[in-house]
């Protein structure tokens, strides 16, 4: 798991020959690390953690940063949302309505309402007001804590059944009391009760043309744009065939598509027709229309599924799944015409008539490209990778979801090939990325009891890039309101089985989204797939709780979970997976940094930074470190090192800490020990002759 030796002794370590080491120094806020990197603050973008060393093999490890939270919005991600934002037609109707201190937002899928609810709470709090509510069975039992504004995306249907009346005046006069607001997003066909209708505004969605507008001149303002590039592209927002497409396309998105295209167009020269063309290309009708063309051509169907879930994957990868993908498909419509010619060659040597010529070449790769609409992207260089990757993707906006999404679902038996091709397909890193979400935003359309039930082979795997596949995917359909509840049982359930690569599968999904939208929940989660006492601690399982737990702590707002969590485990019973998992944590952030170098991990954290950061929170978890007999010599070492160097004693405050530790030590056998240790080596008198 780790490639870290035991650390020497420190200086003032009673075993410590008075050398420190040069990996282990620490100089203002930076890390020396043999790999890897450490990420400090908050998820700004998705995250690419890079491992020194691949576990079972080379696994992507992105982070993606949530679109849902369970608490406080960060102030970035909010400016963020609301950068482009264009006030809807019901925007007066809905400040008026929050007067009331409860609004419930009504609109369909893609109307911007979200966008909607975060303007309304950032005139009233800021961007760093705002609050993220994990839509609970029942609102009646929520309580608002401060006067802050509230948001909750996407009402469940058990949520919905138990609002009324009595509920909503209730938390208005609560809300009224807080000084605080919430806003209540729900789907159009989320049934609400009647007596609701006095708190409920249907949301309508801005004109897209004036999203469109805005789009491009937020380009100019950020110097992606030229004023002269600028009035071109508002030229050609005005030429009858953009107005046509957008009065024909009215949501939020693509406004946003058809500003992202005239970029393109007036930055590289395309033509205003093959950019309508690659808008076009992204409907359902289309994609329903391109696979119609492609039936009876099973190169062409694997082709464009491969490019579908393996979107912007190397040429590579992308045609050894089709070619993998290609007979399977081909088998569905039993054996071809006997005696069907390839190609007729009506001009072969020394024939007086027409020959059949079979093409043993076969068409180029970028030839099968084009025929399906796609393209090859620059080459460029995929992170942690040493070699070059020369992506493949659709031409046209959305395609590959709309492709997916039509074959997964509208195809008997499609969905399975597709899993079996993945299954066989050799792994190379970046596909669990890539597939795993393009399988759950289709499965975010998918009904019945399949629609989680078909994730479990993979999550069930020996192989970690399979088990991190159904994380993203899960990571995606857990923010689609219809699938958050389905998704959250079916984690419990995972979390609870003897099947350990389930629970690798749950600590997986912690680690990413989904853990950074419900952190409570997560933490909950991590627990339970640590219950079993009955078994030591899998050494995947440990690396799959400790990558969930570092993907926490990129966000401030979590460390005091995580730290309370671990003095709690720290207490548990020698030998459970829970005592072993945080005798693990405190020893690799006391000696060296947790989790260890090799081992993936979103931040990389040192005993000294919690000092820094939580000194109240550490305290807790230092004390029953050194009462526990396994981690006492780890947690001495790593006070002594912090001790030893004046910059890190000094950012840390080591002597008020020392101060408040020593002060605990009558009732902590293990703190006393330390202390007394560190008095005896500090106040002992020189050897004769030695060097004073």
């Keep these: 798991m780790s490639n870290e030796t035991d650390p020497r002794p420190e200086p003032n370590h009673p075993e410590g020959d008075g050398q420190a080491e040069a990996r282990d120094s620490y100089r203002g806020n930076q890390q020396r690390l043999d790999r890897g990197a450490q990420v400090m603050g908050g998820v700004g973008g998705n995250v690419t953690v890079i491992n020194g060393v691949g576990l079972d093999e080379a696994v992507t490890d992105l982070i993606v940063p949530p679109r849902l939270r369970e608490g406080p919005y960060p102030a970035a991600d909010v400016h963020s949302r609301l950068r482009g934002f264009v006030e809807p037609p019901s925007y007066t109707q809905c400040r008026k309505s929050l007067d009331s201190h409860i609004l419930v937002l009504r609109a369909g899928s893609g109307t911007g309402v979200s966008t909607a609810a975060f303007a309304l709470l950032a ?10 509510l994990d839509s609970p069975d029942d609102l009646s039992r929520w309580r608002p804590t401060e006067a802050r504004g509230y948001l909750l995306q996407g009402l469940s249907p058990v949520a919905a059944a138990s609002l009324g009346e009595v509920v909503l005046t209730a938390l208005g006069a609560l809300l009224r009391q807080t000084g605080a607001h919430l806003i209540i997003t729900a789907g159009d066909q989320t049934p609400l009760r009647g007596d609701t209708l006095a708190w409920q505004v249907v949301h309508r969605p801005p004109p897209s043309v004036e999203v469109a507008r805005k789009q491009l001149d937020l380009m100019a303002e950020a110097g992606q744009l030229t004023s002269a590039q600028g009035g071109q592209a508002l030229g050609h927002l005005a030429a009858a065939d953009f107005v046509d497409h957008l009065r024909n396309h009215r949501l939020p998105q693509d406004g946003v598509d058809v500003a992202e295209e005239l970029r393109d167009l007036v930055v590289s020269g395309k033509t205003a027709a093959s950019v309508i063309d690659e808008l076009r290309t992204g409907s359902p009708a289309a994609a329903h229309e391109a696979l119609a063309e492609s039936s009876d051509q099973a190169s062409r169907l694997a082709l464009m599924a491969a490019i579908s879930l393996l979107s912007e994957q190397d040429r590579t990868v992308v045609a050894a799944f089709s070619a993998i993908l290609r007979p399977r498909i081909d088998e569905r419509g039993g054996p071809a015409p006997a005696g069907r010619p390839e190609h007729l060659d009506t001009h072969g040597p020394g024939t007086g008539g027409p020959r059949t010529r079979r093409d043993v070449l076969g068409p180029a790769f970028e030839a099968q490209l084009t025929a399906v609409g796609a393209r090859l992207l620059p080459t460029r260089f995929g992170a942690g990778q040493r070699y070059p990757v020369q992506p493949v993707a659709f031409s046209g906006r959305h395609r590959a979801d709309a492709l997916l999404r039509c074959l997964w679902l509208e195809y008997e038996g499609m969905a399975s090939l597709l899993w079996k091709t993945l299954d066989e397909t050799p792994h190379r890193s970046g596909v669990e990325f890539a597939a795993g979400r393009a399988i759950g935003k289709v499965l975010t359309h998918a009904t019945g009891p399949d629609t989680l039930r078909q994730l479990r082979p993979f999550a069930a795997s020996d192989k970690r890039w399979r088990r991190r596949l159904v994380a993203y995917a899960l990571g995606e359909m857990a923010q689609a309101p219809s699938l958050t509840s389905a998704v959250r049982d079916q984690l419990r359930l ?9 629970r690798c599968t749950v600590a997986e999904t912690c680690a990413g989204s989904y853990g950074l939208e419900r952190p409570h929940i997560a933490m909950r989660l991590l627990d339970a797939v640590l219950d079993d006492s009955a078994k030591g601690l899998e050494g995947s ?11 926490l702590l990129l966000e401030n707002a979590n460390h005091p979970l995580v730290l309370n969590r671990l003095r709690e485990w720290q207490g548990a019973d020698p030998g459970t997976p829970r005592h072993s998992l945080a005798v693990h944590v405190i020893q690799a952030m006391s000696l060296g940094t947790f989790p260890r170098v090799g081992a993936p991990g979103a931040r990389r954290v040192r005993l000294a930074d919690l000092l820094v950061e939580h000194p109240e929170w550490t305290l807790g978890l230092v004390v029953a470190a050194l009462d526990d007999p396994v981690t006492h010599e780890a947690t001495a070492t790593g ?25 605990s030590a009558r009732s902590h056998r293990g703190v006393l020990r330390f202390v007394l240790r560190r008095h005896r080596v500090r106040t002992a008198v020189p050897a004769e002759g030695s060097a004073s």
């Design 494 to 502: 995972w979390s609870q089985s003897a099947d350990v690569p389930l």
């Design 541 to 551: 399982l440990r690396t799959a709780v400790s990558f969930a737990l570092s993907t």
């Design 639 to 663: 006070l002594y090192r912090i001790e030893s160097d004046p910059t890190l004693r000094h950012r840390t405050a080591f002597k008020h800490f020392l101060t408040a530790l020593s002060g």
């Design 123 to 132: 005139e009233r709090y800021g961007a760093a007001g705002i609050t993220g």
